[in-house]
């Protein structure tokens, strides 16, 4: 009888490419993960009570794409979200990332790359998920184990990206960091081309907070970058 062993991590995988589709779940198969796939938009939100570690999903998808696909599950799922896509125009990397995405695997991709990306991400979740403390400045808690910010009691709701500048912001205090290297250690990629999107990202969070508090946490460097000054 087969017996039921310890995968490395569950995947949800989504491409209208059957090809494609075998392609990816046998290699990470053979890896020994998990792998549930979905061949439409659909099917992912059909699939998402498996509760997936990590889901990949093809841009373009017909009938719902996966940017629609990203923004209708990003408040209801914490794992990250990683995009296939055939073109990247700025416009379109920077509405995945606004949907929630966490990154992007240009097609044709290297299966090694796909690979070494989705481990690199999962690291850093359980990374994250074994931190397991609670800082508080003034009214302000980060719950770093949860994933959760509060104010007072009131929770705040943060994107997936926008919690990891405040994450790893706040947990280096007064430290000031490059939009290049919040970039790098939010994405956990070398992030030279994507670091314009850091100051849009980090606008957000200051109008959120904005909504509770006139206190600044997050302070300019002008010329150099953001420090946490909670």
């Keep these: 009888m087969h017996q039921e062993h310890h995968t490395k991590g569950k995947l949800l995988i989504a491409d209208d490419e059957p090809g494609i589709l075998q392609l990816i779940r046998d290699y990470f198969e053979m890896q020994d993960y998990q792998v549930i796939e979905a061949a439409n938009g659909y099917e992912v939100l059909e699939k998402l009570s498996a509760g997936p570690d990590l889901i990949l999903l093809d841009v373009g998808m017909p009938m719902l794409d996966g940017f629609e696909v990203c923004e209708r599950i990003r408040a209801h799922v914490s794992c990250p979200i990683l995009f296939l896509t055939a073109k990247i125009e700025e416009a ?69 990206t926008e919690y990891g500048i405040l994450d790893f912001l706040s947990l280096h205090g007064m430290q000031v960091f490059s939009k290049e290297q919040l970039y790098e250690n939010v994405r956990g990629f070398d992030g030279n081309a994507d670091s314009s999107i850091v100051t849009e990202h980090i606008r957000r969070i200051r109008k959120k907070l904005a909504q509770y508090t006139d206190r600044a946490y997050i302070e300019t460097v002008w010329g150099v970058g953001y420090r946490w000054i909670g």
Excluded: C, N, W
Excluded at 124 to 146: M, N, P, Q
């Design 92 to 160: 379109d990397r920077i509405r995945g990332f606004l949907s929630g995405g966490d990154d992007y695997i240009l097609k044709p991709f290297s299966i090694d790359e796909l690979g070494a990306r989705v481990e690199a991400h999962l690291r850093r979740e359980r990374r994250r998920r074994s931190g397991g403390t609670v800082k508080i400045f003034d009214r302000l808690a980060i719950h770093y184990e949860e994933t959760g910010v509060y104010y007072g009691d009131q929770p705040i709701p943060f994107t997936k």
